[in-house]
């Protein structure tokens, strides 16, 4: 069948959330650097079309955490250091969907589909 | 509203053509090089959830044509080289979703969703 | 040949630039977002070992032009919108590199090393 | 002081190396689809100028022993599951560059400058 504005509103999302982890994944981070790349990686994506609005926030617990553990002193972006979470509005279809961690998973998913 | 199992569907299928634009944009790619290219996209992407098939073609003809007119022998992947076509199978929901140029941009967009 | 130090040190630089391009090429970039994606960029590579400093300029009249011919307000990052500046000290040894364009090629190069 | 050609040479290793870690690392990845893009990304970094062959061994124990620890049966490529050989050929100087784990991290190291 042909797609329904709230499905395309809902392909829209997902686009913006494949575009944001694959884009930043593997970037060298630190605490410190950790909020310029939260505002870049919020600011890149609500370039896209139909983004409303992107926050990122970056996890500096987590990453501190996973730092003591190691021998550098920065590491590789990856899901388990963020969370995400992106608005789209598709001719008046709005989307809000989310990233965290679901155990050992970077899990993206829908939250709400229209009013 | 609670998003339905095709709207899901079709988020699925959003992130994967994100994930599979940012993570290959800005490969070195040559006409040599662009069947492993090619064939490494669609592996890589058919490891992602609920992904049935991926298949993407490089537009070998268009790549050459931008080599012949620039000084290196090789290009950085980019939309307007290539054509993509994704099917998703989420909860027995199948899409299928496309990229090609649209004019000037590389359209994602959704075919068919469910029957 | 076992290598020298100051051949390590013109290492590490190339390792810089190669992971500044290839990271962030294909970013959706505007005038707007610019200097938030410049920003991360710098502070990213500053992370990595013996990165004194990494200054990133967009070329906010490139993207405005190229802009100007297009259909979407946005495009992707590449060599031909920035011009990058890293120095690498590297056990005493003073490196600066650069890329800009010659010609059509985004040309990453040597300035000087050591004193 | 102006570059010598040794030292252009160990530059450019560098530059492949940052490219290949930074271009690949994130991308999705199993037992399955490890051999293609091992072999993408072989043939990716050798379009780049100067660049006489790439080997890239996926380490497909490492990568067995991180999929059985985990929920899903895909993971992200990082430094950790792979062995990379880079070698270049600038003016007549013959460059071999390594990555390879050390301790936690991956390690990128010249191994033999000219002859």
């Known amino acids: 069948m042909e797609p329904t504005t709230p499905q395309e509103a809902c392909f829209e999302a997902g686009i913006k959330f494949g575009t944001l982890y694959h884009q930043f994944a593997g970037t060298p981070v630190s ?8 505002r870049a990686m919020e600011e890149a ?12 926030e970056i996890l500096e617990d987590t990453l501190a955490a996973e730092l003591a553990d190691q021998s550098a002193d920065y590491t590789e972006l990856t899901g388990r250091f963020m969370e995400v979470e992106i608005a789209v509005d598709y001719d ?14 970077p899990r993206m998913e829908l939250q709400r589909v229209g009013d």
Do not use: H, K, R
């Open 31 to 38: 605490p410190e650097s950790a909020p310029s790349l939260a």
């Open 45 to 56: 994506i609500e370039n896209q079309p139909f983004c409303s609005s992107v926050s990122v």
């Open 92 to 105: 008046g279809v709005d989307v809000l969907a989310t990233m965290a961690m679901d155990g050992d998973y």
